[in-house]
């Protein structure tokens, strides 16, 4: 299971998560190592789409939806469908994918910059790991930095792939 933080304005309208341009670099990241995404089960820690209008933009406000981070209040709202939705599927891993999720389960302490790519035991699931959000690649500054965190979020993907090959042999 991979959860992310909410959301995006693609996701909102097509009613599907990952869909848009953070979920076709996730795709790519999943194809990568092997993982078939109709064989994880995807969704997000805030279930609503937080928007903010663009301000200075040539087109007319409310064209264009930019999402704006969700609160601790929203998550803590929306936890309980979270833990309905793991309840239900029994993942085998749970993927938090940005701050956001990671710290909706594993608590506000928790620092993916410094614990991405660990296993960690948690109330929520079996096994826990968290890596980057895709969009925060697509926010790089440059290509050069863009390639290294892909190739980063690709390492912490493989880690998950082996660990489900590993389970699958328990």
């Known amino acids: 299971m991979f959860v992310g933080e909410q959301p995006g304005d693609k996701?909102?309208?097509?009613?599907?998560p990952f869909v848009g341009p953070a979920g076709q670099l996730f795709d790519r990241a999943l194809a990568a190592v092997g993982i078939d995404r109709s064989t994880v089960y995807v969704t997000n820690i805030v279930k609503h789409f937080k928007w903010k209008r663009t301000l200075g933009s040539t087109r007319a406000p409310g064209k264009r939806r930019l999402h704006d981070k969700p609160n601790t209040y929203e998550v803590t709202a929306c936890k309980p469908w979270l833990e309905t939705e793991i309840a239900a599927v029994k993942p085998r891993i749970v993927v938090c994918l940005g701050s956001t999720a990671a710290q909706g389960?594993?608590?506000k302490q928790f620092r993916v910059t410094k614990e991405r790519g660990q296993f960690l035991e948690s109330e929520a699931a079996a096994l826990i790991m968290a890596t980057v959000h895709p969009s925060s690649i697509l926010r790089a500054a440059s290509d050069a930095d863009?390639?290294?965190?892909?190739a980063e979020f690709i390492r912490d993907l493989e880690r998950v792939a082996e660990k489900l090959e590993e389970l699958a042999k328990d």
């Open 146 to 150: 863009r390639q290294s965190e892909m």
């Open 11 to 16: 996701e909102d309208l097509a009613g599907q």
């Open 105 to 107: 389960l594993l608590g």
